[in-house]
Structures are given as structure tokens and as C-alpha cells.
């Protein structure tokens, strides 16, 4: 039988499912493996001197790992350089945030060739290999060079970004022509997708066969539109457990007499907490005689602090939810609880359900999984509204969510007065339709689509160039 190896930057199954981790592709991997024979390989966190290539397996909660150490300065040059401070950046827009120096460029390639020469020699002819994420784009070209023939497939959790962007990137053509030795590439959304094209068409001359195929580079590549969902059963079970439920339990009565507004979100400009913060003040200027009336939760767990970025934002948004308390708050209420920890998953579980509103603004995002979460953790029969930003990949499909455009402070200010006072049959209606498309896009069901268009695409690996 073939086994599915999945590969991405960092193994970050955790060892308990109901605690969970902060990251959305970590949670939908694990969940993903689970149910699957296979293996998830990736960089352990940890590193050594010199890198020795050696792979060491593990078992967490089910899933086998492979896990590998790296240099200090594969951690500085590939994930903190060439991840972090260049490809994040640009994918998600910020090309004033990106840096392009020589030498992240040339870990990130070290670094990409490195998990090849390891993975290699344990795939078996059967295998399917699926890599994960901006980190490991050049992997299979990589994994061509070592004769590897079997079917690798790639999908990206970041947007994709506009081609007028991605020819700032230096070497931009290298790293699309490395694209072309998958056989398939997912994205969240269409509107990724057709950038993709767009860049292969518009700037490398490719040209566009059947559906979803590209030629170019003299070779061909399917693509394809994946959008990736929460493992729906497990969330609930979460939500429903003893600690899920003592924490709403808990949250319900600190929150008595008051409507919580939820925000959950790793510290990362792309998640605009600026601008919700910004937004929020702007409702408790607006609307005085809610002041008192609501508070907003927001769990923002520190991310990335090593990239000065980083820093700079989380310096920002303790001065902004410090502003907001001190002008607005009273001796018994404080608007913004602002708190950069995680929480194990049962209790965000208990938190969303609790919350009237849940605030996801991104100002760009791969999909959102907090908008799904949040929606799958309502009391069907007294829902709180989702107020979701168009500008995550979840908009393609979470239309019957409030809709904002999160640069704008009157218009999120807008909605959070407009959720808080939604009458009840409008948000059951709104809910049932939100929380069927949560069910049609189980992880499950996600992993099963993109393995299976995988499998489908027709012809051999066009390896032989390196053969
Ligand atoms: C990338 C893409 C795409 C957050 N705080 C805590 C916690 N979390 C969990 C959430 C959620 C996950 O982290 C965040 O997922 P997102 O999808 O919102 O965002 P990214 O981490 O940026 O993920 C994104 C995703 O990949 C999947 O493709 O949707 O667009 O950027 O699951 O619940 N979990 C726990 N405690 C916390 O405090 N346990």
C-alpha cells in the first residue's frame, strides 16, 4: 500500500490533539495524518553544529515523524531570512517589509537540498509525496535531481501574491521554474490560482492546457483549488469536552451583562490586528451608550520574535490596547483584554462559543481557520455573528459572513455595532450556512480532494532530465 509522506518546514504535531498549537497549518496536518499511513518530515526546531542528516522517527499521538536537525545558520539564512523576512512579506503583500539579501536566498536552497538528500533515500516507489508551504518550493526539483520519480505534489497556505509584486523578488523566474517539477499545486482559492497563472503566463510565456494544466519552462504542471477546512468532529468534541465546557462556563459568566467580541490570532502583521484595534476604538467612540456593554478578548500569541518586524508590531499593539484601556475604560471595565498566550484548543473552544462576536480582519490571508473554528463552536440555537475580512481566502466561500474591509475603522466599526444587534433569526440563518460550509470543507475532506487529484494527473513524472 502507499504510504503518504508529507513534508513541511517544522513537525509540529502536537503530542496532545485537544491542546493543540498555535498555527494553522500544524493543526490541519496533524489532523490530516492521523487517519492516513504515512510520515510527516520536517525540521525538529532544534539545532546542531553541523548539520549530520540524520532523520529521527517518532511517534506522536499517532502520527509518525521524521524529524532532522539544522545549523544555526540554516535557522538564520532559510527560516528567519529567506522565510520569514523575504517570501512572508511578499506573499502577503508587504513588499516594503521584504528583504532580499544573497545569502538567505542561498540557505534557503542549502536548506531545500538538505531535506532532499535525507527524505530520498527512504521513499518507496509507491509513495505519494506531498510538501507543504513557501518554505520547501524548490524541494522537488530537488528530489528530481536525486532520481526520485514518484508522484510529489505542493500546496501553498499563503495567498499567492500579484505578479506586479513577485518580480520584485529577485530570481522570481528560478523559483517558479522550480514549481514546474511537481506534478500538481494546490491553492486555497481561485483568486491564488489565477495569480499563479497569470504570473506563468503573463511573465514566463507559459500557455494553459485542459483544466487547470500549465506549460512552460518546456514542462507541465496541473493546479488546482483546495480550500482547507478545521477537523470538524475533533473541534466539536473539543468544544464539548469537560475543559471545553467549564471554560465557557467560565467565560459566560465573566462576561454576564456583557457582549464579548473574540479576536485569536498569532502576533503577524498580516492578521491586521492594528487595524481591528483601531477599529474597535473607533465603535467606542461611536456608539457611547454601548460603552460598558461589550468587551473585546484578544489572544495573541507572540510569533516569530526573532524578526525585528515582529517586534515592532507587538510594541505597537501593547501601546494601542494600553491607549484604547486608559481612554475608554472604567474603574470595574477595561475594553480590550489583550493577552499574547496560547490556550489549549478545548478552551479557545469554550472562548468562541461564549463570544457574540468573533473578529477575523485579516488585511491578507492563505484561508483562516479561526473563522471556521469560531463558527463550528456556536450554540446553533443563539449563533454569534462572524465578521470576517474579504480579504482572507475564507471570503471566497464564507459569504454569508459579515464582510469588511479591514483597512477601514468606520466600516468595522459599522459591523461590530451591526453583529451585536442582529436579530436571532438572522443569525441562525447566517449560521446554518456558514457552518455547511465548514462540514464541506473538512480537512478530511481537503486531504482526500488533493490526494486524489495527485493520483489522477496523467503521465509520468517528466523527469527525465535529471535522470
Ligand atoms: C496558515 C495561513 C491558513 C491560535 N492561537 C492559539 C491557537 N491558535 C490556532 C488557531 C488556528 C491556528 O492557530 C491559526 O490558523 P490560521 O489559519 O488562522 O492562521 P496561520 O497560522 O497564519 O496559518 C492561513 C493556514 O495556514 C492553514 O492553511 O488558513 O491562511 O496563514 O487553528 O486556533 N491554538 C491554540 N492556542 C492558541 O492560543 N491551541
Redesign the pocket.
Known amino acids: 500500500m502507499s504510504r503518504l509522506i508529507v513534508v513541511s518546514n517544522r513537525v509540529s504535531a502536537p503530542s496532545d490533539p485537544a ?7 500544524a ?2 496536518l496533524s489532523a490530516a495524518l492521523r487517519k492516513y499511513d504515512g510520515l510527516w518530515f520536517g525540521w525538529s526546531g532544534e539545532t546542531v553544529e553541523t548539520f549530520t542528516g540524520e532523520m529521527k522517527v517518532e511517534d506522536r499521538a499517532g502520527v509518525t515523524v521524521g524529524l532532522v536537525d539544522l545549523e544555526p545558520q540554516d535557522v538564520d539564512e532559510y527560516y528567519n531570512g529567506y522565510a520569514n523576512k523575504t517570501l512572508w512579506p511578499l506573499f502577503h503583500h508587504r513588499i516594503d517589509l521584504a528583504q532580499y539579501e544573497r545569502s538567505y536566498g542561498e540557505g534557503y536552497e542549502r536548506v531545500n537540498r538538505r531535506f532532499a538528500e535525507v527524505l530520498a533515500p527512504v521513499i518507496e516507489p509507491d509513495d505519494i509525496i506531498w510538501i507543504h508551504d513557501y518554505h520547501m518550493i524548490p524541494m522537488a526539483r530537488d528530489l528530481r535531481r536525486l532520481g526520485v520519480r514518484n508522484r510529489i505534489g505542493f500546496f501553498l ?2 495567498p499567492w501574491p500579484a505578479r506586479q509584486l513577485l518580480v520584485t523578488l529577485p530570481h522570481h523566474r528560478r523559483l517558479v521554474e522550480s514549481m514546474f517539477d511537481f506534478d500538481l499545486i494546490g491553492f ?1 482559492t481561485q483568486e491564488w490560482c489565477d495569480l499563479f497563472t497569470d504570473y506563468v503566463v503573463s511573465e514566463a510565456q507559459g500557455e494553459l492546457f485542459g483544466h487547470g494544466g500549465l506549460e512552460c519552462f518546456g514542462r507541465r504542471v496541473q493546479t488546482g483549488v483546495f480550500p ?1 477546512g478545521i477537523d470538524v468532529d475533533g473541534f466539536l468534541a473539543a468544544r464539548n469536552s469537560t475543559l471545553g465546557a467549564r471554560t465557557y462556563d467560565r467565560m459566560a459568566a465573566s462576561s454576564a451583562f456583557r457582549a464579548m467580541i473574540v479576536g ?3 502576533l ?1 502583521y498580516s492578521k491586521g490586528l492594528e487595524e481591528r484595534l483601531l477599529g474597535y476604538e473607533q465603535f467606542l467612540h461611536d456608539n457611547a451608550s454601548m460603552r460598558g456593554e461589550v468587551f473585546l478578548l484578544q ?1 495573541t ?1 507572540i510569533s516569530r520574535d526573532d524578526v525585528d518586524s515582529y517586534q515592532d508590531l507587538r510594541a505597537r499593539l501593547d501601546s494601542l490596547a494600553g491607549r484604547v484601556n486608559g481612554a475608554f475604560g472604567d474603574m470595574d471595565w477595561q475594553p480590550i483584554r489583550y493577552l499574547n ?5 478545548d478552551q ?1 473552544a469554550g472562548i468562541y462559543r461564549a463570544a457574540r462576536v468573533g473578529l477575523v480582519t485579516p488585511l491578507r ?6 473563522a471556521k ?1 469560531y463558527v463550528a463552536s456556536q450554540n446553533p440555537d443563539d449563533p454569534g455573528v462572524l465578521i470576517l475580512s474579504r480579504f482572507a ?1 475564507a471570503a471566497e466561500q464564507m459569504g454569508e459572513a459579515l464582510l469588511v474591509n479591514p483597512y477601514s475603522r468606520e466600516e468595522l466599526s459599522d459591523a461590530i455595532q451591526k453583529a451585536l444587534t442582529m436579530p436571532l433569526s438572522e443569525r441562525i440563518r447566517k449560521w446554518e450556512a456558514l457552518m455547511q460550509v465548514v462540514r464541506d470543507t473538512d480537512v478530511g475532506i481537503w486531504r482526500d480532494a488533493f490526494v486524489k487529484a495527485l493520483l489522477a494527473v496523467e503521465g509520468e513524472p517528466e523527469t527525465a532530465q535529471w535522470a
Open positions: 491542546a493543540g498549537s498555535a498555527g494553522g497549518l493543526m490541519a497556505h499563503t486555497h482547507i485569536v490570532d498569532r503577524d489572544v500569541p498566550r496560547t490556550y489549549r484548543r479557545l490571508d492563505g484561508m483562516n481557520l479561526v473554528e481566502g
